[in-house]
């Protein structure tokens, strides 16, 4: 056999071991399927990732977790320089103390001033007391006098008497009147000091919740990703610190044709087998199926899939599930998800759940 001969039938050799190895590969990855009544699609594992980001602008102080770690929802993940709202916080409690001194003040100034309408509405009650023993005076001296037994002067006097005692009661009473309008004005300062106190504690309470907001928790049990900011940066309003995922929120998203899409309902049974581990069959269930068809994005099909217009259809993974194996969750990593139309089909064996929750 000639030396060309012999090397293109090693090559053509090498081609086809190199072919079956590659299918073989390919069907231990991706499964041919059980046939009618079933469809997959091509998707990766996803998480509802949640970004921790400031309230306000400032410094980033201290960060509590490292990347890859698991938290608790409500775990401080970091914290922001709080010198600044130590001081406002501080500044704002003086300013109540000032305005709570300043309704005491008023209060007092209330009770002297009542005590001064007392001691008018009194001089009233004795100008009138006058008042009447001078018209009596006066009446006796009028009477005396046509009898010829008083003089006219002393009518005369009686009578300038008369005028001086109402003259005396008015002024009485316009005092009077002028304290229970000091009263008023006074009370009118009372309000207003509690007023500025109200003020003063809403300015305590709204620092207080700045300063708690410069806590940066963990709304989700989750893991964190990245950082994104390190301690001792400044960031601006909404500034990214963390970047975690919410791991009970596992699903994988893929695509089916139109012609499939219609009849798939929501809590549809799925079957998802990641690429990475092509023994393990994991069960989902459909929570999500788009209203409206797209063209398939570049990352799920071929470039003549892409051409036609498909769904969006989302597998969620059962929360319980992924409490149990929450270590083994990763995202990103690719997959099929295998959807089963036909309610009345069997999962045949190659498809049969290996997680499953344990008691």
């Known amino acids: ?28 990855m991706h499964p041919a399927g059980p046939g009618d009544g079933f469809v997959s699609g091509n998707g990766r594992i996803e998480a509802t990732e949640i970004d ?23 775990q401080v993940l970091a914290q922001m320089q709080i010198d600044v709202l130590n001081a406002q916080l501080d500044e704002a409690r003086a300013q109540q103390q000032r305005a709570i001194h300043a309704v005491a003040s008023a209060e007092a100034q209330v009770k002297m001033r009542e005590s001064d309408l007392a001691a008018a509405r009194a001089v009233v009650v004795q100008r009138e007391s006058d008042l009447d023993n001078a018209k009596r005076r006066l009446n006796r001296s009028r009477t005396l006098s046509r009898k010829g037994a008083a ?8 009578q300038a008497a008369v005028r001086g005692a109402a003259a005396a009661l008015e002024a009485a ?15 009118a300062q009372v309000i207003g000091a509690r007023s500025t106190v109200a003020a003063a504690g809403a300015t305590i309470t709204r620092i207080e919740v700045d300063i708690a907001d410069s806590q940066l928790k963990a709304p989700r049990n989750g893991r964190v990703q990245y950082r994104v900011a390190q301690p001792g940066e400044v960031l601006g309003v909404g500034g990214k610190v963390l970047n975690m995922v919410d791991l009970s929120d596992v699903h994988m998203i893929f695509f089916l044709p139109e012609t499939v899409a219609g009849r798939v309902a929501l809590g549809s049974d799925v079957r998802i087998i990641l690429d990475a581990a092509p023994d393990y069959v994991i069960p989902a269930r459909v ?16 470039a003549s899939e892409r051409q036609k217009l498909m769904f969006r259809v989302k597998a969620r993974i059962d929360e319980r599930l992924l409490q149990q194996y929450m ?11 295998w959807l089963k139309l036909d309610p009345r089909a069997q999962w045949p064996a190659s498809l049969a759940v290996t997680f499953k929750e344990t008691p």
Do not use: N
């Open 1 to 28: 056999m000639a030396p060309s001969v012999k090397k293109g039938l090693l090559a053509a050799a090498a081609a086809i071991a190199i072919a079956l190895a590659a299918g073989w590969m390919w069907g231990r």
């Open 52 to 74: 921790i980001a400031t309230k306000y602008a400032g410094r980033v102080a201290e960060i509590f977790v490292k990347e890859g770690e698991f938290v608790k929802a409500g």
């Open 151 to 158: 003089s006219i002067q002393q009518f005369e006097d009686d």
């Open 173 to 187: 009473r316009a005092q009077a009147a002028a304290v229970q309008a000091a009263i008023l004005a006074d009370e």
């Open 287 to 302: 929570s999500f199926v788009a209203s409206v068809a797209q063209f398939t994005p570049k990352t799920v099909e071929t």
């Open 327 to 337: 270590e083994q969750v990763k995202t990103g990593l690719p997959g099929v998800a």
